[in-house]
């Protein structure tokens, strides 16, 4: 979905309320960049992008017989957790059976943690992003198998 | 409390960043005492003290938040310390009836080993002042009295009470105080009134304020 | 509306504290995890000083008498809401009838006390000024004493719509602060320091120090090696803090907690730093800690490093509860 200019100054003044740098906005045919100048907020040409890891995200799911992948995406920019920081077992591994809801991960934004959920149930396919890889806005974060 | 002297001049120390502790130099007296009543009233008006908080001869400040220097509130600490005219309270005096010895002061019997004096002469040193209340603290309403005669100073006890009742009457070297509630105590219990001292829905809370005085009445000598 | 299930001893309705009658000879009292406190409250859009529950014994249960949103923070306590695993430092919603069981402190940064946090603050009266449970004098929190199993407590706002199912970096991790492996605490020296032995001196900050099995609300008494004066120090009886480190005949330190009385006559070896209270708040008993001198400067710097982690929380819990990022629940 294509973000109107007026989701988007809400994203921008969201984004000059935290210490997040830098943001991608990724949607179909249009890939929008926010970056950090000073205490603003402004919008970064392709050039501008001199920031942290590239962000984490292969378009499209793997190619296979049988029917398509769900794909969990990023709600937010932000740095993607396997686990609970205070925990070590990870939510989801490849292989496992998830019901819709459940929580396949965290997204750490600053001093917040946000559930990364499936909305429907399936089989974990592949984690597509490392623990702790700062991911962006839309990255694709799991790969699941449809029930 | 000890009779010692503190130096020749006032100190300052922090207790973190929570608060700092003025001490007022020479010997414990009512005199210096009036002076830090008359300290507490003016500090507690000041903009960076949360709570001006007498003790023995010194004076405990809270903060609002810790200032970014100490070096200006120090400063106008002594300077204040210097200035002020002692507080003379005219507080009420409070009468305390109590029984002495027996199951209200199970201690007695360490009093009288200790001292060497008999029952009868502990109960008439102990009712004979008027003590006045220099301070609040220890616990809700507690008074800290000066005046107690000095020849029925007994030490703490080794090992504290896990609890004494509320109006228990002790004594702990130099001082004498009597329990605003139940709880534990290091003090050599050696009688027991009924007064209440505390009631957090009155305002004030405490019954009793530094500047009022207390006499023990001797309403009976239990063996 | 909550009903305690299980026999809670210890557990204690706290705000941040009775900070203005210590002159009527009332100490502060509030929660020993005062960073957990705030948290949980600001998760639930509460004022940061809000009256929570905090829970130092294991298994606490309670039972939601209605639909009911909530968060948990401090130890975690491998929490269940009926058989559901619920992840600590969170806001969660119950349903009427659920029933919130917290098990034993674990993990890797292992703490010791819960705190629950219920919309709107627990409802209890303000006396002088507080929410916090005065033992000492039985006033404040819930009917001036520790819950019991059937208490009922109420939520100030039971019915407040709260977007929940988020959580935040425990500050723990956020915050940390070791020395060789160990929790540590930053100490302002005091007005007796020098008049302790210069090798006892050097030992308070070299050692470890157990925390024993005689620590509670109201003090840490510590073991380690003994702090011998230079000359037996008799102090008139003076205000006190949460924090103060005294020194007993015995050598063994006793830290003031915040159940400490409002006056002490002990010698001060020095004060734990207000900004790092809740560590030790926090510290297992049997646990050995660390302690770093510190000065005036950076103490206040800690403290203003523990406002901004709140304000930080504070700010961006406001905006994922209502910024187009905000995950409904």
Same mark, same amino acid.
């Given at each position: 979905?294509?973000?109107?200019?007026?989701e988007?100054?809400e994203?921008?003044?969201?984004m000059?309320?935290?210490?997040?740098?830098?943001?991608?906005?990724?949607?179909?045919?249009?890939?929008v960049?926010?970056?950090?100048?000073?205490?603003?907020?402004?919008?970064l040409?392709?050039g501008?992008?001199?920031?942290?890891?590239?962000v984490?995200?292969?378009?499209?799911?793997?190619?296979?017989?049988?029917?398509?992948l769900?794909?969990?995406?990023?709600?937010?920019?932000?740095?993607?957790?396997?686990?609970?920081?205070c925990?070590?077992?990870?939510?989801?591994?490849?292989?496992?059976?998830?019901?819709?809801?459940?929580?396949?991960?965290?997204?750490?934004?600053?001093?917040?943690l946000?559930?990364?959920?499936?909305?429907?149930?399936?089989?974990v396919?592949?984690?597509?992003?490392?623990d702790?890889?700062?991911?962006?806005?839309g990255?694709?974060?799991?790969?699941?198998?449809?029930? | 409390?000890?009779?010692?002297?503190?130096?020749?001049?006032?100190?300052?120390?922090?207790?973190g960043?929570?608060?700092?502790?003025?001490?007022?130099?020479?010997?414990?007296?009512?005199?210096?005492?009036?002076?830090?009543?008359?300290?507490?009233?003016?500090?507690?008006?000041?903009p960076?003290?949360?709570?001006?908080v007498?003790?023995?001869?010194?004076?405990m400040?809270?903060?609002?938040?810790?200032?970014?220097?100490?070096?200006?509130?120090?400063?106008?600490?002594?300077a204040?310390?210097?200035?002020?005219?002692p507080l003379?309270?005219?507080?009420?005096v409070?009468?305390?009836p109590?029984?002495y010895?027996?199951?209200?002061?199970?201690?007695?019997?360490?009093v009288?080993?200790?001292?060497?004096?008999?029952?009868?002469?502990?109960?008439e040193?102990?009712?004979?002042?008027?003590?006045p209340?220099?301070?609040?603290?220890?616990?809700?309403?507690?008074c800290?009295?000066?005046?107690?005669?000095?020849?029925?100073?007994?030490?703490?006890r080794?090992?504290?009470?896990?609890s004494?009742?509320?109006?228990a009457?002790?004594?702990?070297?130099?001082?004498?105080?009597?329990s605003?509630?139940?709880?534990?105590?290091?003090?050599?219990t050696?009688?027991?009134?009924t007064?209440?001292?505390?009631?957090?829905?009155?305002?004030p809370?405490?019954t009793?304020q530094?500047?009022?005085?207390?006499?023990?009445?001797?309403e009976?000598?239990?063996? | 509306?909550?009903?305690?299930?299980?026999?809670?001893?210890?557990?204690?309705?706290?705000?941040?504290?009775r900070?203005?009658?210590?002159?009527?000879g009332?100490g502060?009292?509030?929660a020993?995890?005062d960073? $957990?406190?705030?948290?949980?409250?600001? =998760?639930? !859009?509460?004022?940061? +000083? @809000?009256a929570?529950?905090?829970? %130092?014994?294991? &298994?606490?249960?309670v039972?939601? $008498?209605e639909?009911?949103?909530?968060? =948990?923070? !401090?130890?975690?306590? +491998? @929490?269940?809401l009926?058989?559901? %695993?619920?992840? &600590?430092?969170?806001?969660h919603? $119950?349903?009427?009838?659920?029933?919130?069981?917290? !098990?034993?402190?674990? +993990? @890797?940064q292992?703490?010791?006390?819960?705190?629950?946090?219920l919309?709107?603050?627990?409802?209890?009266?303000?006396?002088?000024?507080?929410?916090?449970?005065?033992m000492?004098?039985?006033?404040?929190?819930?009917?001036?004493?520790?819950?019991r199993?059937?208490?009922?407590?109420?939520?100030?706002?039971?019915?407040?719509a709260?977007?929940?199912?988020?959580?935040?970096v425990?500050?723990?991790?956020?915050?940390?602060?070791?020395l060789d492996g160990?929790?540590?605490?930053r100490?302002?020296?005091?007005?007796?320091?020098l008049?302790?032995?210069?090798?006892?001196?050097?030992?308070?900050?070299?050692?470890?120090?157990?925390?024993?099995?005689?620590?509670?609300?109201?003090g840490?008494?510590l073991?380690?090696?003994?702090l011998?004066?230079?000359?037996?120090?008799?102090?008139?009886?003076?205000?006190?803090?949460?924090g103060?480190?005294?020194?007993p005949?015995?050598?063994?330190?006793?830290i003031?907690?915040?159940?400490?009385?409002?006056?002490?006559?002990?010698?001060?070896?020095?004060?734990?730093?207000?900004?790092?209270?809740?560590?030790?708040?926090?510290?297992?008993?049997?646990?050995?800690?660390?302690f770093?001198?510190?000065?005036?400067?950076e103490?206040?710097?800690a403290?203003?490093?523990?406002?901004?982690?709140?304000?930080?929380?504070?700010?961006?819990?406001?905006?994922?509860?209502?910024?187009?990022m905000?995950?409904?629940?």
């Amino acid at each position: 979905m294509m973000k109107a200019p007026h989701e988007l100054r809400e994203i921008a003044g969201w984004m000059a309320a935290t210490d997040i740098g830098f943001l991608e906005l990724r949607m179909p045919g249009a890939t929008v960049r926010l970056g950090r100048c000073g205490d603003e907020v402004v919008t970064l040409d392709d050039g501008q992008r001199h920031d942290e890891s590239p962000v984490a995200h292969r378009p499209g799911a793997t190619k296979r017989s049988g029917p398509p992948l769900d794909t969990v995406t990023s709600a937010s920019v932000g740095v993607f957790l396997h686990a609970h920081p205070c925990a070590t077992a990870p939510f989801a591994r490849a292989g496992a059976r998830v019901q819709a809801g459940q929580t396949l991960g965290l997204l750490r934004i600053g001093v917040l943690l946000l559930p990364v959920a499936t909305a429907r149930a399936g089989t974990v396919a592949a984690l597509r992003v490392e623990d702790g890889a700062t991911v962006g806005y839309g990255a694709a974060l799991v790969d699941l198998h449809p029930l | 409390m000890s009779l010692s002297t503190t130096g020749p001049t006032p100190t300052v120390s922090l207790l973190g960043t929570t608060a700092l502790l003025f001490e007022a130099p020479g010997a414990l007296a009512f005199a210096s005492q009036q002076r830090i009543w008359a300290l507490a009233q003016e500090a507690a008006g000041w903009p960076e003290v949360r709570e001006a908080v007498p003790g023995m001869n010194n004076l405990m400040l809270s903060f609002v938040r810790p200032p970014r220097t100490l070096d200006a509130l120090t400063a106008r600490l002594a300077a204040a310390w210097e200035a002020v005219t002692p507080l003379t309270r005219e507080g009420r005096v409070v009468e305390l009836p109590v029984r002495y010895g027996g199951a209200g002061g199970p201690h007695m019997a360490d009093v009288v080993a200790h001292t060497g004096l008999s029952v009868e002469q502990i109960v008439e040193l102990h009712s004979a002042p008027l003590y006045p209340v220099y301070a609040l603290g220890s616990h809700p309403g507690y008074c800290y009295l000066g005046g107690m005669d000095p020849r029925i100073a007994t030490p703490r006890r080794p090992v504290p009470v896990l609890s004494i009742p509320g109006g228990a009457v002790s004594i702990g070297g130099a001082q004498t105080g009597v329990s605003a509630s139940a709880g534990p105590s290091g003090w050599n219990t050696i009688g027991s009134t009924t007064m209440t001292f505390f009631d957090p829905v009155r305002d004030p809370p405490a019954t009793l304020q530094p500047g009022d005085r207390i006499r023990f009445l001797v309403e009976g000598i239990e063996p | 509306m909550i009903e305690i299930l299980s026999n809670a001893a210890l557990a204690t309705v706290q705000d941040l504290g009775r900070l203005g009658s210590l002159r009527f000879g009332v100490g502060t009292a509030g929660a020993m995890d005062d960073l $957990a406190l705030a948290a949980g409250n600001l =998760l639930l !859009g509460n004022e940061a +000083g @809000a009256a929570g529950i905090e829970i %130092p014994v294991f &298994p606490f249960k309670v039972r939601f $008498a209605e639909d009911c949103v909530f968060a =948990l923070t !401090g130890a975690d306590c +491998g @929490a269940k809401l009926d058989a559901e %695993p619920l992840l &600590p430092w969170w806001s969660h919603r $119950a349903r009427a009838g659920q029933v919130l069981t917290l !098990g034993l402190p674990q +993990g @890797a940064q292992r703490a010791s006390r819960a705190v629950l946090c219920l919309p709107g603050g627990i409802d209890v009266p303000e006396v002088l000024g507080s929410r916090s449970t005065q033992m000492r004098g039985a006033f404040g929190g819930h009917e001036g004493r520790a819950l019991r199993k059937g208490d009922v407590l109420r939520a100030a706002d039971p019915k407040r719509a709260c977007r929940t199912g988020f959580g935040l970096v425990p500050p723990a991790l956020a915050l940390p602060l070791q020395l060789d492996g160990l929790v540590a605490l930053r100490v302002l020296p005091g007005a007796e320091y020098l008049g302790f032995e210069a090798a006892s001196r050097e030992a308070f900050w070299a050692g470890e120090w157990r925390i024993t099995a005689q620590s509670d609300r109201y003090g840490y008494r510590l073991s380690g090696a003994a702090l011998r004066p230079v000359a037996p120090m008799e102090l008139r009886s003076h205000g006190i803090v949460p924090g103060v480190i005294q020194v007993p005949h015995s050598g063994q330190p006793i830290i003031q907690m915040r159940d400490a009385q409002p006056s002490g006559g002990y010698p001060k070896f020095g004060t734990v730093i207000e900004a790092d209270l809740w560590r030790l708040g926090q510290a297992p008993i049997g646990s050995r800690i660390r302690f770093i001198e510190t000065n005036w400067d950076e103490a206040v710097a800690a403290l203003e490093q523990k406002e901004a982690w709140l304000a930080k929380v504070a700010r961006m819990v406001a905006l994922q509860r209502s910024g187009p990022m905000g995950v409904a629940a």
